[in-house]
């Protein structure tokens, strides 16, 4: 059932970006498309060494699913850790630049003029 979750949760992840690839700047797409490598990359090793474990239980009468038990369950967290690095990747690779815009404004208030306008000044 694992097997089944990890391969669906990868091919609806990339079915949706696959959709919403083309709406965008070649960069975008660009990006788009590392970031479903990205989840194929993870994705297939722990679907398929999931799936091994469902084989190997179902048609063996020993326990010999238990050696790739033992090897699916810290690959999860690895997988989780190899997408979280590649974050790394994905930024340092961006062609974006980024421009500091001041947004400071300087009025100069006659204070004179502003006393006379008031209505308390009377």
């Known amino acids: 059932m694992v097997a089944g979750i990890d391969i669906l949760i990868a091919v609806s992840t990339c079915w949706y ?7 965008g700047l070649k960069s975008t797409r660009r990006l788009v498309n590392r970031i479903i490598l990205r ?17 190997l239980f179902v048609a063996s009468r020993s ?28 930024e340092g690779s961006s062609t974006i630049q980024t421009i500091e815009l001041s947004l400071e404004s300087r009025v100069q208030v006659d204070n004179d003029a502003a006393s006379a306008k008031s209505p308390t000044s009377g």
Do not use: E
């Open 17 to 23: 970006l696959v959709r919403k690839r083309n709406s």
């Open 39 to 55: 989840i194929v990359q993870t994705g297939v090793a722990t679907s398929v060494l999931a799936l091994c474990v469902l084989i």
């Open 63 to 90: 326990s010999a699913w238990l050696g790739p038990y033992l090897v699916l369950t810290p690959l999860y967290p690895i997988a989780l850790l190899a997408l979280l690095n590649g974050r790394m990747r994905f």
